[in-house]
Nanobody
């Protein structure tokens, strides 16, 4: 099992930046591919970004590509989501997720992930 705890959410103005962190504990973190999802009010949860176990492969949704960067530090058992040029439509609860995999192939479906955090609120004002 892997336990995930997100932090770093908050309220910022459009155009500003935030960095989310997700701290993992439990089984070997370096064997786990990680992802970020988000859920806006009244909408389904959607894929944001994913990173392979080694950090060598990343993949982003079209809506955040070029603005968000996912990274990880396996020595610290932490994955990050750097969010720049934030827009009001980025407002959502952001979830960290993990799946046991040593393959670099990205996965964007919720059902592909076994481990989930509790979420952190990100609010962007216009």
């Amino acid at each position: 099992q892997v336990q995930l705890v997100e932090s770093g959410g908050g309220l910022v103005q459009a155009g500003q930046s935030l960095r989310l962190s997700c701290a993992a504990s439990g089984r070997t973190f370096s064997n786990v591919a990680m992802g970020w999802f988000r859920q806006a009010p009244g909408k389904e949860r959607e894929f944001v970004a994913t990173i392979s176990w080694s950090g060598g492969s990343t993949y982003y949704s079209d809506s955040v590509k070029g603005r968000f960067t996912i990274s990880r530090d396996n020595a610290k058992n932490t994955v990050y989501l750097q969010m720049n040029s934030l827009k009001p439509e980025d407002t959502a609860v952001y979830y960290c997720a993990g799946r046991s995999s040593l393959l670099p192939t990205p996965r964007t479906r919720e059902q592909d992930y076994q481990y989930w955090g509790q979420g952190t609120q990100v609010t962007i004002s216009s």
